[in-house]
């Protein structure tokens, strides 16, 4: 079955520190990627989306994230978070050409001054 | 900015209630979708719709209904809620064509509590 994963659930860091949220898919062939944001008490929004071409993508706010196709991974990183980033992230992915999103259960990230 | 809308944000009601939850876009957009999310768990698809009088049902069952008789209005009806039908209620919209291709559009969201 098609199923998105995301390993940490939880996580608390200081302003300034590295972020690397881990996320992996399941999808056999061409697929889509995408890391969600969710800001305490405000809609889902995209933050990066990997369609095809160049593996590292960057999205808003200094996030980024790599497709490892060998890995079946798309990991998000931000080399320096801040309190703002605050917030639960999603990982989704879509087989290539189709709209239906599956979501990996989000991780809610901390930042504390 | 999406241009999502979803009323009400917060229901409360008893077990038995009909209710229907909004869902507006002012996006042109033909794809909409309706997701349910429990607390810590995923996102999960109940609903979608690919244009005007599409419907279909999503990878979790559920007991919900939709209707789609205009492009931008996506409502979703719970003929007699019951206590396992508390949850959020997320919509979303897509477009199909240029940069918006697969990137979903989300309102706010309805949580509802059925007591």
């Known amino acids: 079955a098609q199923s998105v994963s995301q390993h940490n659930h939880h996580v608390i860091l200081s302003e300034a520190a590295s972020l690397e949220l881990g996320c992996n898919y399941s999808y056999g062939g061409t697929v889509n990627l995408f890391w969600y944001v969710q800001y305490p008490g405000q809609h889902l929004q995209l933050l990066l989306k990997y369609f095809s071409g160049d593996p590292l993508v960057k999205g808003i706010k200094g996030f980024e994230a790599e497709f490892i196709k060998s890995k079946f991974s798309f990991n998000l990183r931000k080399p320096s978070v801040q309190w703002s980033d605050t917030a639960e992230y999603f990982c989704?992915?879509?087989?290539?050409?189709?709209?239906?999103?599956?979501f990996g259960t989000g991780t809610r990230l901390q930042v504390f001054p | 900015e999406a241009d999502i809308y979803q009323t009400p944000r917060y229901l409360v009601i008893g077990t038995g209630k009909k209710i229907t939850l909004e869902c507006s876009q002012t996006m042109g957009h033909d794809k909409m979708y309706w997701y349910q999310q429990d607390p810590g768990m995923e996102l999960h698809l109940i609903h979608y719709s690919y244009g005007v009088n599409s419907t279909e049902k999503g990878d979790l069952s559920s007991e919900s209904t939709v209707s789609r008789i205009r492009t931008e209005h996506f409502p979703l009806t719970l003929e007699s809620a019951r206590p396992s039908h508390t949850s959020q209620y997320l919509c979303?919209?897509?477009?199909?064509?240029?940069?918006?291709?697969?990137?979903?559009?989300f309102g706010e969201g309805s949580r509802l509590t059925v007591l």
């Open positions: 979303a919209s897509s477009g199909t064509t240029g940069t918006d291709t697969g990137e979903l559009f």
């Open positions: 989704a992915g879509s087989r290539y050409n189709t709209d239906k999103l599956i």
